[in-house]
């Protein structure tokens, strides 16, 4: 079965810098996706960005990159330019054959002023 | 465009009641799922249909009960109601083959 496994329960940072979030997976099928999500306080659930595993190239969502290590089964979450609104727990999630997300515990950032 | 909508959003049951969470969506998704919040944790599935007819089990299915006649309607049923069951319930659709679903806004169930 796959797990996926978020090793920093909580994290800070200041405004206006950079944050990096980890992520690893374990599976093994060779077609899958990769996603964080962010859940504000509200609980909506927020798909932030999504990564393919057959394309080489790291995603991009305006603040939001990611690195994706497919050897190493590493999937980290990069916020530029952090703002208040970025505070959130975050979540990766792995999708594989037959779509089932499998969710990590989630990461709780934290964004000071 | 309503997206998945899921009723009730809170909803407090004594143990040994029964009830079901509504869930609708408007995408035309094949695929749709319930997950499960604890406090502090991530979202387990309790079961999954890949279409109309077609229901599965997940991680985490005891004490619940699903059904999908339509397309669009996938509501999950408890019975027995029991303090485990205490969590925020998500629903959520997608298409095959893209990978990220949809969530609704989740329904806050607390058992006393």
């Known amino acids: 079965a796959q797990t996926v496994t978020q090793s920093q329960p909580e994290m800070s940072v200041q405004e206006a810098e950079t944050v990096t979030l980890s992520c690893t997976y374990d599976t093994s099928e060779s077609d899958y996706y990769l996603f964080w999500y962010k859940q504000p306080p509200s609980r909506q659930m927020i798909l932030v960005i999504r990564q393919e595993a057959y394309k080489q190239q790291n995603a991009t969502e305006n603040r939001f990159s990611v690195n994706f290590q497919k050897a190493a089964k590493s999937f980290s979450l990069k916020i530029s330019d952090s703002q208040l609104g970025d505070a959130a727990m975050y979540f990766c999630?792995?999708?594989?054959?037959?779509?089932?997300?499998?969710f990590g515990a989630g990461t709780i950032l934290r964004v000071k002023s | 465009n309503a997206g998945v909508t899921q009723t009730p959003k809170f909803r407090i049951l004594k143990i040994g009641q029964s009830m079901t969470l509504q869930c609708t969506q408007d995408?035309?998704?094949?695929?749709m799922y319930w997950y499960r919040q604890d406090p502090g944790m991530g979202l387990k599935l309790i079961y999954y249909?890949?279409?109309?007819?077609?229901?599965d089990k997940g991680e985490v299915p005891n004490g619940y009960n699903v059904s999908r006649s339509t397309t669009e309607d996938f509501p999950l049923r408890l019975e027995l109601a029991a303090p485990s069951q205490t969590s925020v319930y998500f629903c959520?659709?997608?298409?095959?083959?893209?990978?990220?679903?949809?969530f609704g806004q989740g329904t806050r169930l607390t058992v006393v």
């Open positions: 959520a659709s997608s298409y095959p083959g893209q990978g990220a679903p949809f």
């Open positions: 995408m035309n998704h094949n695929y």
């Open positions: 999630a792995y999708s594989g054959y037959g779509n089932k997300l499998v």
């Open positions: 249909s890949v279409g109309a007819g077609i229901t």
